[in-house]
Antibody, heavy 121, light 109 residues
Framework: EVQLLESGGGLVQPGGSLRLSCAAS????????MTWVRQAPGKGLEWVSA????????YYAASVKGRFTISRDNSKNTLYLRLDSLRGDDTAIYYC??????????????WGQGTLVSVSS | EIVMTQSPATLSVSPGGRATLSCRAS??????LAWYQQKPGQAPRLLIY???TRATGIPARFSGSGSGTEFTLTISSLQSEDFGVYYC???????????FGAGTKVEIK
């Protein structure tokens, strides 16, 4: 069974940092692009960042560029998101998701359960 | 940035009825368009990709159409389990900059 399990969320002060992890299982992790999508309380989905299967190509939303860093360790089947210079509007559930097709386009058919990041003093 | 606009914001449909959801892109995304369903407290679920290809396990009552800037998701005979919020997502923009619409909430009348 294909599974994604996020961890690393929590309460952090404005200006602080967190590292989110997404542990993948049940498939060949290194052959699928991955993404992070967030959802603020009561709001819609917002794309945050994506990374190619091999990890060489990384993409960011304008709202997080320069503050967030996506990475992956294909030997550990794990996706990461480093969040720096956090602000109140970064408060959200952060989902990791896997692309539908190996080496395919950036639509996503497998999602984790999400991890909550709360930014508050 | 490609802006995705969904309409209506809320749709109330009786069981067995037909639901038609619209998604408009601010510029052409060809057929690089996906649809997701999200229920409260759950992660999104992929329904459609490539504008019209149903994802694995998605019932045939869900269909997608359109290309360029205008897209439609149709639920042909609404079931009670189809309530939720539906989002469109484009994956055309290059360098990659994905974007979602604001969502359409489908309520069972």
């Amino acid at each position: 069974e294909v599974q994604l399990l996020e961890s690393g969320g929590g309460l952090v002060q404005p200006g602080g940092s967190l590292r989110l992890s997404c542990a993948a299982s049940g498939y060949t992790f290194s052959t699928y692009a991955m993404t992070w999508v967030r959802q603020a309380p009561g709001k819609g989905l917002e794309w945050v960042s994506a990374i190619s299967a091999g990890g060489g190509d990384k993409y960011y939303a304008a709202s997080v560029k320069g503050r967030f860093t996506i990475s992956r360790d294909n030997s550990k089947n794990t996706l990461y998101l480093r969040l720096d210079s956090l602000r109140g509007d970064d408060t959200a559930i952060y989902y990791c998701a896997r692309a539908t097709i190996a080496y395919g386009d950036y639509h996503f058919n497998t999602w984790g359960q999400g991890t909550l990041v709360s930014v508050s003093s | 940035e490609i802006v995705m606009t969904q309409s209506p914001a809320t749709l109330s449909v009786s069981p067995g009825g037909r639901a038609t959801l619209s998604c408009r892109a601010s510029k052409s995304v060809t057929v690089n368009l996906a649809w997701y369903q999200q229920k409260p407290g759950q992660a999104p679920r992929l329904l459609i990709y490539g504008a019209s290809t149903r994802a694995t396990g998605i019932p045939a009552r869900f269909s997608g159409s359109g290309s360029g800037t205008e897209f439609t998701l149709t639920i042909s005979s609404l079931q009670s389990e189809d309530f939720g919020v539906y989002y469109c997502q484009q994956y055309y923009n290059w360098p990659l900059a994905l974007s979602f619409g604001a969502g359409t909430k489908v309520e069972i009348k």
